[in-house]
């Protein structure tokens, strides 16, 4: 059985976070590059797009933490962390968020992306032109890069897709070039 079927069968067909049955897709939480059940969540279209930054958060969507913060599945209640920590300045996300416990590992995991972090505290990654980059976005490679430990050589014009970001340093991104995944350093790209 696949990964969205298992995701389909552990949520009832809806949306882990809000609830929804309409545009169901798997999301693979960052920093994980792996797809599986333990660190991916099946999201609704409008759940992914405020997830991903594809549209402005809409606060009173969000309510529907107060629920899914209580899941029994570890990518869930990480992904509602993350979400109330995006809106603690909304007040009421921080009352929810002084009622949810999340043991050692997953709140580690859960703040590797900085999301509790002041805009001011968070790594930002960019490109070679200044351009900021986010999980799933696609770079295209500016110079020929040696991969350490291979004899592989990425070419320059390469594109990058689904990068996944190294939130403890600016300067590296990770994405798969033909087969192998590899860590880029974001001197040596421009986003598509």
């Avoid at 298992?6 to 545009?23: D, P, V, Y």
Wanted: proline fraction near 2%; include cysteine; hydrophobic fraction near 35%.
């Amino acid at each position: 059985m696949g990964i969205l079927q298992t995701l389909k069968e552990r949520s009832n067909a809806t949306c882990e976070l809000c609830g929804t049955s309409e545009g169901l897709r798997q999301y693979t939480i960052p920093p994980s590059l792996n797809e599986n059940v333990d660190n991916d969540v099946l999201l609704c279209n409008t759940c992914f797009d405020q997830v991903e930054g594809n549209v402005e958060m809409d606060p009173n969507h969000w309510r529907c933490l107060n629920e899914s913060m209580w899941s029994e599945h570890v990518a869930v209640q990480i992904m509602a962390w993350r979400m109330l920590q995006r809106l603690r300045n909304e007040g009421w996300p921080k009352d929810l968020l002084d009622m949810m416990y999340l043991n050692d590992d997953a709140l580690a995991l859960a703040s590797a992306t900085g999301e509790d972090k002041d805009s001011s505290e968070q790594i930002i990654h960019r490109d070679f032109n200044g351009v900021e980059l986010k999980t799933g976005d696609a770079v295209v490679l500016i110079k020929d890069l040696k991969v350490k430990g291979t004899s592989m050589v990425a070419k320059q014009g390469t594109v990058v897709k689904n990068i996944r970001l190294d939130y403890n340093n600016e300067k590296y991104i990770e994405g798969k070039v033909g087969t192998q995944q590899i860590v880029i350093v974001t001197d040596y790209v421009k986003k598509t």
